[in-house]
């Protein structure tokens, strides 16, 4: 969910050709696995099993820790000043939303986020979601981070392909009451 919310058409990719990693992301993987392991042992509601179904997409997953009326998710890189990196919002508002839960809080290494779970607007991405993993193909999220995707070749070789039938998703869920800044983010 978190690569879809970056860019749809790099979850097309890796879900229907097959993820392909670079050295950056094996590294950030590693990092997350040690991060998991130190927080299982400090939390004892820590990773709890997420599985069901919402919008007709079938989630499984962990929810990094789950209090009485919110998920937590603990997230060991910055998040941006205004609100959450889209991808971690969604992600952690669908384990809500599976949990019962009405609050999302996301920590960063620069601060906590927390927002309200928006089951609308989770049902209209997770809408998308399925389309794209059914094997449509969206159309490209150009950032600054393409020159490093694994794809671009192929990405550029399809062409834009936007008819205007997939909304652009934003870089950031923006915390209330925060003024928005600039859309074009490095990736999370
Ligand atoms: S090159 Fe850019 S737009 Fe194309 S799939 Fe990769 S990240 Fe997305």
């Given amino acids: 969910m978190r690569t ?3 860019c749809p058409r790099l979850y097309f990719f890796e879900r229907h050709l097959g993820k392909e990693t670079t050295l950056y992301q094996r590294i950030r993987m590693f990092l997350g696995r040690i991060w998991h392991a130190l927080l299982e042992a400090l939390e004892e509601e820590a990773e709890v099993e997420v599985r069901g179904e919402l919008a007709g997409t079938e989630v499984v997953g962990k929810a990094d820790v789950v209090k009485e009326d919110a998920v937590v998710e603990i997230k060991s890189g910055d998040g941006p000043s205004d609100g959450a990196w889209y991808g971690d919002y ?3 508002s669908i384990y809500a939303a599976l949990l019962g839960r009405k609050k999302v809080i996301i920590k960063y290494r620069n601060g906590e986020r927390t927002f309200e779970v928006d ?3 989770l049902e209209r991405v997770l809408e998308l979601f399925k ?3 059914e094997g449509y193909l969206p159309p490209p999220k150009r950032s600054k981070w393409c020159s490093k995707c694994p794809y671009k070749d192929l ?3 399809l ?3 936007w008819d ?4 652009r998703l934003p ?6 009451g925060v003024p928005a800044r600039g859309s074009s983010r490095a990736r999370p």
């Fill in 171 to 176: 870089y950031v869920k923006r915390a209330k």
């Fill in 155 to 157: 990405c550029d070789a």
């Fill in 131 to 133: 389309l794209v993993a």
């Fill in 90 to 92: 969604l992600q952690a």
């Fill in 164 to 167: 205007g039938w997939f909304p």
């Fill in 119 to 121: 089951l609308e607007e």
């Fill in 4 to 6: 879809f919310a970056f």
């Fill in 159 to 161: 062409g834009d392909g």
